[in-house]
């Protein structure tokens, strides 16, 4: 059975592009080999990307018409003209072109509103639009419509949705009222600890030193995050404001492209006068993030869209204590985190400088190593891959009824 992987995400870094490198190095090793794989990529860049790190893909560049088609089908009177028109979807026209008889989106896109009659399988990384509606990223563009309908989509036409955690399959189902046996629960996976891995022998620190000279020096805490608003930087800047006259030597990490926050967080940090506690990284290389996460004493994040994130295992995997949004994971998870009350900004303080008096140290290595075990655990690539080629055998299995 031929399977389109459809990777269509922002190749500068971000969570939903690492989760998605992840899944193609897993089905790489891993993927059941009676499926033909096909990748396919939405940018050149994506492209590019792929093929530096080893990946054959195929080229979808029509993107933006398959957006436009899939919003002139979403109307009735439009649908009428398309087919006097004898308009076709190009998308479709694209899949059949290549014998592609399944799809396997890595993540939302609008492409999904341009299946036709495809089956597919897509992971779904929140519906945080739903339930955050108010953050500025959510107002612009008609994110909010344009998410919906895909979700809604999803819902309607796909054959599995996958979702990370216990707690997104149940707001699924209760926002979108979807069956419990179309949602499939498999942790999301981030690509350094494999990157990390596979250069662990060669990996050159020195030529890094300097660069990050402060990390001998200073007490670090690291949050790589994307400047979104609803990533909530100001929390941190509002909590170390509180710790800035008192005798702590420590140092905040942030780094992440311009969302539409950058700015604003760093005009917060001048007029906070916290320039020595606060070092701002636009972009960093995958090298640089993983020599951060080696060296720094601990990860910050307080994101109000936390059900989970790559960045819990990336702390996992690197055994670094974490400070996290309280009341947002599944229970196993509370455990092993140091929770923050977002509405309580003393709160995130006091466990900064617990933490840095050395207070609550035989808590935070057991938080560590039972962190340790559950990615161990949970996020084995044959784990993952066994439950991805659970879904595919499925299908096939229902496909041999009419193909």
């Known amino acids: 059975m031929k399977v389109a992987i459809v990777i269509d995400a922002n190749s500068n870094g971000g969570g939903g592009y690492y989760q998605s490198l992840r899944t193609l190095e897993i089905l790489k090793i891993h993927g059941d080999k009676n499926f033909d794989y096909t990748i396919i990529a939405t940018s050149k860049k994506i492209k590019e990307d792929l093929k530096k790190r080893g990946f054959q893909t195929l080229l979808f560049n029509q993107i933006r018409w398959a957006n436009i088609y899939s919003k002139i ?9 398309i087919s006097k028109l004898r308009i076709k ?10 014998d592609i008889e399944f799809i396997y989106f890595l ?14 399988a897509v992971n779904i990384y929140d519906i945080n639009h739903r339930l955050d509606n108010f953050f500025p990223e959510y107002k612009k563009n008609n994110v909010i419509d ?8 999803c819902v309607k036409k796909s054959f599995k949705i996958i979702v990370d955690t216990n707690r997104s399959k149940k707001e699924m189902q209760s926002y979108y009222n979807c069956s419990s046996d179309k949602i499939e ?11 990390y891995e596979s250069k662990k022998e060669t990996f050159r620190s020195e030529d890094l030193n300097k660069k ?8 670090t805490f690291f949050y790589p995050a994307q400047f979104w608003a609803h990533k909530n930087h100001m929390y941190i800047l509002e909590a170390v404001n509180l710790l800035k006259d008192k005798n702590l030597d420590f140092k905040i990490v942030f780094c992440g492209s311009d969302k539409g926050n950058y700015k604003f967080i760093k005009k917060k940090i001048t007029e906070l006068n916290l320039e ?12 640089e993030i993983v020599y951060l996460y080696l060296n720094v004493a601990a990860i910050i994040v307080p994101s109000y869209v936390a059900r989970s994130t790559l960045l819990l295992y990336e702390a996992f995997y690197f055994k670094k204590v974490i400070f996290y949004s309280k009341n947002v994971l599944d229970p196993e998870l509370e455990k092993m985190i140091i929770p923050c009350d977002l509405n309580n900004i003393s709160e995130l303080s006091s466990h900064l400088e617990n933490f840095m008096l050395g207070n609550n140290s035989v808590e935070n290595q057991n938080r560590i190593e039972i962190a340790k075990k559950f990615y161990d655990n949970t996020c084995d690539k044959k784990n ?3 439950k991805i080629n659970k879904i595919l055998n499925q299908y096939k299995k229902m496909s041999r009824r009419w193909q």
């Open 212 to 219: 990050f000279d402060f990390l001998n020096k200073k007490k």
């Open 276 to 287: 020595d506690k606060i070092q701002v990284f636009d972009f960093l290389t995958e090298d």
């Open 185 to 195: 629960v498999i942790p999301f996976n981030t690509f350094l600890p494999s990157y």
């Open 146 to 153: 344009d998410r919906e309908r895909i979700i809604i989509n």
């Open 107 to 120: 993540g939302p896109s609008n492409l999904i509103n341009v299946t036709d009659n495809f089956n597919y």
């Open 73 to 81: 089908i979403s109307s009735v009177f439009l649908i009428s003209i």
């Open 89 to 98: 979807n190009p998308f479709s026209k694209f899949l059949k072109k290549n």
């Open 384 to 386: 993952i891959s066994n």
